[in-house]
């Protein structure tokens, strides 16, 4: 059993920064791509930014040049630095992972974190 845990969530002024981290925790495991995604009232959850385990970036276009995903495999944990937040941004974020455990490729989700961008 693999738990992600996330943390760093709040609420911030429009143009403010938030920090999300997302540890992974249990045993006799290994994760692949890592990844956030964020899910809106009313509305999908959306991916928000991905990276492989060889550290390959990818974005939603809503987020380039603002958003930066990166990961510490030694540590099992994956970050979302959020720079120039907008009110858009507004949602609870979750991590999610490629988790492989006795040869099987699961996929994991964190209970999320809400981010709040608000004057």
């Known amino acids: 059993q693999v738990q992600l845990v996330e943390s760093g969530g709040g609420l911030v002024q429009p143009g403010g920064s938030l920090r999300l981290s997302c540890a992974a925790s249990g045993s006799g495991f290994s994760i692949n791509a890592m990844g956030w995604f964020r899910q809106a009232p009313g509305n999908e959850r959306d991916l928000v930014a991905h990276i492989t385990r060889g550290g390959s970036t990818d974005y939603a276009d809503s987020v380039k040049g603002r958003f930066t995903i990166s990961r510490d495999n030694a540590k099992n944990t994956v970050y979302l630095q959020m720079n120039s937040l907008k009110p858009e941004d507004t949602a609870v974020y979750y991590c999610?992972?490629?988790?492989?455990?006795?040869?099987?490729?699961?996929?994991?989700w964190g209970q999320g974190t809400q981010v709040t961008v608000s004057s």
């Open positions: 999610r992972a490629n988790v492989i455990i006795r040869g099987y490729d699961l996929v994991s």
